[in-house]
T-cell receptor
């Protein structure tokens, strides 16, 4: 069955550094993959979508890569700020109708 | 504000009972998705509707059912509730069937006692 793994449950970094989060998927090949941010008790918020024919996508301080050979996506936040502290969810496409399969998330803490 | 509304925000009920959660999608969005989020399981996809029709099913229990009405709002019905059904239930909407981002509502926190 389809399986999504986000490499760490928690990641602590210093303000100003680059945070790198990893998402691995197995047993299928999604046509695209999305990343979401979730704050405690709130609904996830869409950040970026990357398609299988795209190697990299950028949005302001965010960068996502998609390696279909390694079955992996990397999510980078450059010049991180305490306000970036949240849980980040990887969500590859789960089926032809657009439903997503969410990873359990990585909780990022950025210390001043 | 995502534009997706969910009611109620909180719900406390007893085991064996039945509840209905309601979701109104963003204006113009035809797809509605329901998710369950518990501490140990993460965000689990339950079911998807598109323009009134069921389109995809995930890990939805037989005790749970959903529908999408002609005005595109959706309801998730949970029956014969068990303690393990306590969770945050999110509704999300998107423009079409695939290739688009999903906009999540604020969620309904269900507590079964």
């Amino acid at each position: 069955s389809q399986k999504i793994e986000q490499n760490s449950e928690a990641l602590n970094i210093q303000e100003g550094k680059t945070a790198t989060l990893t998402c691995n998927y197995t047993n299928y090949s999604p046509a695209y993959l999305q990343w979401y941010r979730q704050d405690p008790g709130r609904g996830p918020v869409f950040l970026l979508l990357i398609r299988e024919n795209e190697k990299e996508k950028r949005k302001e301080r965010l960068k996502v890569t998609f390696d279909t050979t390694l079955k992996q996506s990397l999510f980078h936040i450059t010049a991180s700020q305490p306000a970036d502290s949240a849980t980040y969810l990887c969500a590859p496409l789960g089926g032809s109708q657009g439903n997503l399969i969410f990873g359990k998330g990585t909780k990022l803490s950025v210390k001043p | 504000d995502s534009g997706v509304t969910q009611t109620p925000k909180h719900l406390i009920t007893a085991t064996g009972q039945r509840v209905t959660l309601r979701c109104s999608p963003r204006s113009g969005d035809l797809s509605v998705y329901w998710y369950q989020q518990s501490l140990d399981q993460g965000l689990q996809f339950l079911i998807q509707y598109y323009n009134g029709e069921e389109r995809a099913k995930g890990n939805i229990l037989e005790r749970f059912s959903a529908q999408q009405f002609p005005d595109l709002h959706s309801e998730l019905n949970l029956s014969s509730l068990e303690l393990g059904d306590s969770a945050l239930y999110f509704c999300a909407s998107s423009e079409g069937l695939a290739g688009k981002e999903q906009y999540f509502g604020p969620g309904t926190r269900l507590t079964v006692t």
